[in-house]
């Protein structure tokens, strides 16, 4: 692969100009700077040679087509938006590996026996729709009228957003009826981890993406004089939200040292009201994060946590539920044997392992064959501006994702 590392050098520092310039390195799904990175990748998938696309979701995707007539393709990509102050690799490396594998079966002139579309999925991160990964959720169904009618801030419809960026979201609602002829789909990322690092590996093969679930839990107590009210008459909102705090914290631990599978669980949120330093907190909410592999573990950790609530409700009223789930699904066993294959073939070292992170392949897995590969990052930091990845990891991960699309076109058992 000549010229592949100046090729993504390239890529990363086009791609870095569309960021927030006082907020690096900030580039929000359906912003200003969005657009503009992905008229850039248009630019590309042109000079390419690529058929360019939209589908009903808004993913944009360029088709490096067949010679042969039919209908079977591989997908490739990832995602060009990143989370607030977020990196210059998240979802990027995975566009730029594929624009260099694309490239290189153009430069060399390949013939496959399948297309091979390069997707950018529309919106991976988390956004202020309340959703995550729009493009793949659209392309499996999972976009609903009511998540397409959610407003932002700003009063914009989701759907009116999809829309702008060449999407039908009057067409959304069912799977695309295209997997049927999706060989498989490969998705690169950064791991954001430091596993891969601690192991000195170069690449990691994916077994599955965890559940993923958020909950709320609200704790009311007394607001009351924070002067006059007695240490032993209060009923600090705040006090309890605390020791539930440490609680799951203990408990997830506790759990995960057993499991030798993923286990986390975080209280990454809290809203205190009144919220005012003479007022004793009356109303608490905090938001955990749980993302489990193992069914029992996290059938163990609500069976615990409820225990506990039951014991502080009698001098407060809380209430606990789930407002958001993924469920955990596992990656291709087939093509991960592929990749595994594949990397040998490179020379290049890998493991095994869980994702912590949710991503767009989880979505595509449960209509299609679809697996992810990994490649280390520094310090295992992401979403902050410190993200870094070495341009001689995303080529190796670039290798090994190039010659399973190799691998699947020579042999005709897979298409
Ligand atoms: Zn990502």
């Known amino acids: 692969m000549k010229h592949t590392k100046k090729y993504i050098q ?85 566009i730029v590996s594929s624009l260099a594998i694309l490239k290189y079966f153009v430069e060399n002139k390949i013939n496959l026996p399948f ?74 990322h950064i791991e954001q981890g430091v596993r891969l690092e601690q192991n000195k590996t170069d690449i990691g093969i994916v077994n599955s993406i ?16 924070s002067g006059t009210t007695l240490m032993n008459n209060r009923r600090d909102a705040l006090v309890a939200a605390s020791k539930l705090i440490i609680f799951i914290n203990e408990l997830a631990k506790k759990i995960s040292n057993k499991d030798n599978r993923h286990f986390v669980a975080t209280v990454g949120k809290i809203d205190v009201g009144p919220n005012a330093a003479t007022i004793i907190p009356s ?22 946590l409820n225990k506990e609530i039951k014991s502080l409700n009698t001098k407060f009223k809380i209430e606990f539920h789930e407002i958001a789930f993924s469920p955990y699904t596992e990656m291709d066993k087939k093509l991960n044997s592929l990749l595994k294959l594949s990397a040998k073939k490179e020379n290049i070292s890998f493991i095994s392992l869980d994702s912590g992170a949710g991503h767009d392949t989880a979505h595509l897995s449960r209509v299609s064959p679809a697996s992810m590969i990994f490649i280390p990052c520094k310090n295992g930091l992401s979403h902050c501006p410190e993200e870094y990845t ?19 076109a020579s042999n005709k058992k897979y298409y």
Not at 57 to 69: D, H, Q, R, T, W
Not at 126 to 148: A, F, P, Q, V, Y
Not at 166 to 184: E, M, R, T, Y
Request: charged share 30%; with cysteine.
């Open 115 to 188: 297309d091979v579309e390069l997707y950018d999925y529309l919106g991976e991160e988390l956004n202020e729709w309340g959703t995550s990964c729009i493009g793949t959720r659209g392309m499996t169904g999972l976009l609903d009228k009511k998540i397409l009618n959610r407003v932002n801030s700003d009063g914009k419809l989701l759907k009116d957003e999809i829309d702008r960026c060449g999407g039908n979201s009057s067409k959304l609602g069912k799977k695309f009826n295209f997997f049927k002829d999706v060989i498989a789909c490969f998705e690169l």
């Open 10 to 94: 390239t890529c990363l520092k086009e791609l870095e100009k569309y960021t927030q310039k006082t907020n690096p390195f900030t580039r929000l799904v359906f912003s200003e700077e969005f657009i503009k990175a992905r008229s850039w990748l248009k630019k590309e998938f042109k000079n390419l040679n690529l058929n360019i696309k939209y589908d009903y979701a808004g993913n944009l995707f360029g088709v490096y087509k067949s010679k042969l007539k039919t209908n079977k393709k591989i997908l490739i990509g990832s995602h060009l938006d990143t989370v607030k102050s977020g990196g210059r690799y998240d979802g990027i490396a995975g």
């Open 283 to 304: 109303e608490v909410e905090l938001t955990i994060d749980l993302r489990v592999v193992s069914k029992t573990s996290r059938n163990e950790f609500l069976t615990k």
């Open 390 to 408: 070495k341009i001689s990891d995303i080529i190796k991960g670039t290798k090994v994702i190039k010659r399973s699309i190799m691998e699947l």
């Open 210 to 225: 965890p559940s993923i679930s958020r909950h709320k839990l609200n704790i009311f107590g007394k607001a009351s004089h």
